[in-house]
């Protein structure tokens, strides 16, 4: 394992509340990456970072917004959930051109 | 735009055979493409990764086929074993700067004893 954490692993949340999920890694990776897994539709890409301060958007950011302060954490924000993103969300980092999978979180809006 | 294909169904194959799953796409060039593997619950893992310039890729039991002309990629377990078992997401990339991949739906592989 390339070291990744993420926190919460679940979590239950309600419509219009504002959610932030954390990703951690320990190796220094410049490059992290969000992604949201649903049947159906497989992984896509929520946002990137490409190092500190730097991010960009994904297949699916509308709703959604990031920040990386510290090279090791990359932060999810939902700013007001919905049930459209109920979800298990996947952060990775990448070496050369291998990623790298925290263990997710599972997210029910309700 | 885009779209990238893997088989929805399972494939049930028997222990000791070869497990062969496929990945097409279309609307799409990618410069390499990656094989991840997911167990329920957990994140995926890399397997393997093969350039649009390589034919074939080999590690261990696992090999991986790339015709950019078709516009597919296999991936083949040779003497398969059920920890075999688990999902299978092809994922194809352009080799942009933010090595952002694409990722198919995945195929369930079930390999019974």
């Known amino acids: 394992d390339a070291g990744i954490t993420q926190s919460p692993r679940h979590k239950v949340t309600e419509t219009g509340t504002p959610v932030t999920l954390r990703c951690h890694q320990t190796?220094?990776?410049?490059?992290m990456y969000w992604y949201r897994q649903d049947p159906g539709h497989g992984l896509r890409l929520i946002h990137y970072?490409?190092?500190?301060?730097?991010?960009d958007k994904g297949e699916v950011s509308d709703g959604y917004s990031v920040s990386r302060s510290k090279t090791e954490d990359f932060l999810l924000t939902l700013e007001s959930a919905t049930s459209s993103q109920t979800s298990v969300y996947f952060c990775?980092?990448?070496?050369?051109?291998?990623?790298?999978f925290g263990p997710g979180t599972r997210l029910t809006v309700l | 735009s885009q779209k990238i294909e893997q088989n929805s169904e399972a494939l049930n194959i028997q222990e000791g055979k070869t497990a062969t799953l496929t990945c097409n796409y279309t609307?799409?060039?990618?410069?390499?493409l990656q094989w991840y593997r997911q167990d329920p619950g957990r994140g995926p893992v890399f397997l393997l990764l093969?350039?649009?310039?390589?034919k074939e890729k080999r590690k261990e039991r696992l090999k991986v086929t790339f015709d950019t002309t078709l516009k597919q990629s296999l991936f083949h377990i040779t003497a398969s074993q059920p920890a075999d078992s688990a999902t299978y997401l092809c994922?194809?990339?352009?080799?942009?700067?933010?090595?952002?991949?694409?990722f198919g739906g995945g195929t369930r592989l079930m390999v019974k004893p």
């Open positions: 609307n799409y060039s990618p410069a390499y």
């Open positions: 990775a980092s990448r070496r050369e051109d291998e990623q790298f």
């Open positions: 190796e220094n990776h410049r490059y």
């Open positions: 994922a194809p990339s352009r080799n942009n700067a933010g090595n952002m991949l694409t």
């Open positions: 093969i350039r649009e310039n390589e």
């Open positions: 970072s490409y190092g500190v301060k730097d991010t």
